[in-house]
């Protein structure tokens, strides 16, 4: 009956697709979850960080059907390594959790030998090693680890992607999403990234005034808190070298087609470090402090990358 109600919803509602998230994560139909596995270490705040951006959650083996699966990948690329897992101490010292709440008590997973051990009382984060078993280790290592996310049912599925805050602008062509938690400008451009789009780059007058209106519908739903919500960083920057602005893909902001500059920029402003590009509400560039975190602009292209299905599942499976 469950297969059937979901032919039934994949004929009559082509957006809404069962299962659908990103392409670069793995579906198994055992655990009902996505899966990737991050290759390049990372400590565990910025792990962590990482799934979370990505829509998805830093695995934990909290069932053993996870587990299993947890090692299935592991043995496929990293049997030798110890990964990441979900389960930290960070708050208070020797209270184990899964990020998702899951004590550490309840899940099925046995310790590595003479762990867990708390040396120099400075392990506070969990690894899960190709054997199946865990220790404790510093939150400051970096290590490789995986990400996943629950099936939860159906999910819609735009030309922009899952994400429904990306919306496609008909005059550009392109997808936008204006963020309106702050970052500063390398989260900000991870947090793009994650989401398979970059920091946006303006290719045109005509793109400007999309931002410009995009940046005025979002205004009013900036968080709370002391930041700067005059400007949103997007993508351009100087490296470090004064006023030789380019955008992240390399062009000067003339060859990428838009360099208008508000009245007074670039300026600098002191105490000086401005070397990374926002936009204005009026849709004029400006030069910014690389680290204060504003709201930022992520663009990407329209189409199938920007989201994928899961296996499709018939009346007769
Ligand atoms: C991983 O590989 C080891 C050795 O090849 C094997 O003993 C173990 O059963 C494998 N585990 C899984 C979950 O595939
Ligand atoms: C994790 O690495 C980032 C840089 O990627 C750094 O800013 C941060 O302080 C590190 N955090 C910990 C807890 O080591
Ligand atoms: C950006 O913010 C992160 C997280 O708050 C911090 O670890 C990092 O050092 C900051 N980077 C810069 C350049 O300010
Ligand atoms: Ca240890
Ligand atoms: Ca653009
Ligand atoms: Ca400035």
């Given at each position: 009956m469950k297969s059937c109600l979901k032919y039934f919803t994949l004929l009559f509602s082509l957006y809404f697709?069962?299962?659908?998230?990103?392409?670069?994560?793995t579906y198994s139909s055992k655990t009902q979850t996505w899966f990737k596995l991050v290759s390049l270490p990372a400590n565990f705040t910025d792990a962590r960080l990482r799934c979370?951006?990505?829509?998805?959650?830093?695995?934990?083996?909290?069932?053993?059907?996870?587990l299993a699966e947890m090692r299935t990948i592991m043995n496929r690329?990293?049997?030798?390594?110890?990964?990441?897992?979900?389960?930290?101490?960070?708050f208070s010292p020797g209270d184990f959790n899964a990020i998702e709440g899951t004590p550490l008590s309840k899940l099925p997973v046995p310790w590595a030998k003479n762990e867990p051990d708390n040396k120099d009382n400075n392990e506070r984060c969990i690894t899960l090693n190709g054997n199946g078993d865990l220790a404790d280790r510093r939150c400051e290592e970096t290590r490789p680890y995986i990400c996943y996310h629950a099936e939860s049912g159906q999910a819609e599925v735009s030309q922009c992607g899952i994400d429904p805050e990306y919306y496609l602008d008909k005059r550009t062509n392109k997808c936008y999403k204006f963020h309106t938690v702050p970052r500063n400008f390398s989260r900000a451009f991870m947090a793009c990234a994650a989401e398979g789009a970059h920091l946006a780059i303006v290719n045109s007058n005509l793109e400007a005034t999309v931002l410009k209106d995009l940046y005025g519908r979002s205004i009013g739903r900036m968080v709370q808190?002391?930041?700067?919500?005059?400007?949103a960083f997007i993508g351009f920057h100087?490296?470090?070298e004064l006023w030789d602005f380019r955008?992240?893909?390399g062009q000067t902001l003339k060859e990428a087609g838009y360099n208008k500059f508000g009245p007074n920029d670039p300026n600098n402003q002191p105490p000086g470090g401005e070397s990374c590009g926002s936009i204005d509400r009026n849709g004029v560039l400006n030069d910014f402090h690389c680290d204060r975190p504003v709201g930022f602009i992520c663009e990407k292209s329209p189409g199938p990358l920007s989201g994928c299905q899961a296996p499709v599942y018939g009346p007769d499976n």
């Open positions: 697709t069962e299962g659908a998230f990103r392409c670069d994560y979370t951006l990505e829509g998805a959650v830093l695995a934990s083996p909290t069932t053993p059907e996870i690329s990293y049997p030798e390594y110890e990964i990441f897992t979900g389960i930290h101490a960070i808190g002391d930041f700067q919500k005059d400007y100087d490296w470090g955008t992240i893909h």
